[in-house]
């Protein structure tokens, strides 16, 4: 099975700031990747497919660059409606798996 | 708009059986491949199965093969996930979910239900 080592765990920022996250496979990937954002109590919501598309009336202020093994997700200025967990998932011939998770706060 | 809304969660023994069910609208169902992602109580997620507009490929996580079977009916508009030999392990919520394409190998998942929950102990 491909394993998705997401990094950070946890993130605390300031409204305003540009949010990183990143996402390793254990194999490649080429650009299978896609990243949801989960807010308390509600389903998750897909934000960035195929590594870099950003999903119809998602705000631009989210991005998503990578391919291969390394992927990242960006968010270039922090909003208060931005706290979330973020999750990263890769789809390989249905063998499916998500990262642990990124759980983002304001500071 | 599009909408899938779960159903068939709740308590049962380990080792019984449970049958989930997902009915969608707001689209043409049998366009698209349709999956379920489970959520265990304050952890991540995790994909459990998914199957493809014409049921011809059919994916199971390692940690239900063989204990449980997708399956869907395009004139019913529903999806469903049967689940035998229930485990404490199997806990979580359950979310149907929909695929961004009709290949079940494209898991590009754009909407979610809101999920049922299934809670299995003594």
């Known amino acids: ?89 890769q789809y390989d011939n249905l063998q499916i798996t998500f990262g642990q998770g990124t759980r983002l706060e304001i500071k | 708009e599009v909408q899938l809304v779960e159903s068939g969660g709740g308590l049962v023994q380990p080792g019984r059986s449970l049958r989930l069910s997902c009915a969608a609208s707001g689209f043409t169902f049998d366009d698209y491949a349709m999956h379920w992602v489970r959520q265990a109580p304050g952890k991540g997620l995790e994909w459990v199965s998914g199957i493809s507009w014409n049921s011809g490929s059919i994916g199971y996580a390692d940690s239900v093969k063989g204990r449980f079977t997708i399956s869907r009916d395009n004139a019913k508009n529903s ?44």
Do not use: H
Request: charged content about 15%; proline content about 4%.
């Open chain 2, 79 to 122: 999806l469903y996930l049967q689940m035998n030999s229930l485990r404490a392990e199997d806990t979580a919520l359950y979310y149907c979910a929909k695929a961004k394409a009709v290949a079940g190998t494209i898991a590009i998942f754009d909407y979610w239900g809101q999920g049922t929950l299934v809670t299995v102990s003594s």
């Open chain 1, 1 to 89: 099975d491909i394993q998705m080592t997401q990094s950070p765990s946890s993130l605390s920022a300031s409204v305003g700031d540009r949010v990183t996250i990143t996402c390793q496979a254990s194999q490649d990937i080429s650009n299978y990747l896609n990243w949801y954002q989960q807010k308390p109590g509600k389903a998750p919501k897909l934000l960035i497919y195929d590594a870099s598309n950003l999903e119809t009336g998602v705000p631009s202020r989210f991005s998503g660059s990578g391919s291969g093994t390394d992927f990242t997700f960006t968010i270039s200025s922090l909003q208060p409606e931005d706290i979330a967990t973020y999750y990263c998932q």
